[in-house]
């Protein structure tokens, strides 16, 4: 199985020369043009250019408007990144608060409230009605 791997790799190799080879081009008596590895005898032919251009290297320099483009891409880039990771960090604080209220609902049947200035003590209800909107918002805003 190797071996087949092997000879195919090999002949993809040796495939380069062979399309390297000169291409002829003419145009029979009745205007079709034909293109072909063997000229056909007494035809005019054209002989077809199959080199292709290198390929740009890494040193190839850049126009200056293109440099310019590129840094105001990278700026702009770094603008959106620091952006993401502020909204994460506000993200991350706002998850842990969350948390935290959930457990102090949890684990405190006594919590108390200010309201109008004056603190009162939630009901079961409200205690539940409040624990259940916060699993709410953690499913929906943390991870």
Same mark, same amino acid.
Request: a negative charge.
């Given at each position: 199985m190797r071996f087949r791997f092997l000879a195919g790799g090999l002949l993809l190799a040796l495939c380069g020369n062979v399309m390297a080879a000169? +291409?002829?081009?003419? *145009?029979?008596?009745? !205007?079709? #043009?034909?293109? !072909?590895? /063997? %000229? %056909? /005898? !007494? /035809?005019? *032919?054209? #002989? +077809?250019n199959t080199v292709t251009a290198p390929a740009k290297s890494a040193a190839t320099p850049q126009p200056p408007a293109q440099e310019e483009a590129d840094a105001d891409q990278s700026s702009i880039d770094r603008k959106v990144k620091q952006q993401v990771a502020a909204q994460e960090a506000e993200r991350k604080r706002y998850c842990e608060s969350m948390r935290t209220n959930l457990a102090q609902l949890q684990n405190n049947p006594r919590v108390r409230v200010e309201d109008n200035g004056e603190t009162r003590r939630l009901t079961e209800e409200e205690r539940q009605s409040r624990i259940n909107e916060t699993r709410d918002k953690i499913a929906e805003n943390c991870n």
């Open positions: 000169q +291409v002829y081009k003419w *145009v029979d008596a009745q !205007g079709i #043009t034909h293109f !072909g590895a /063997q %000229p %056909p /005898q !007494g /035809q005019q *032919v054209e #002989t +077809v």
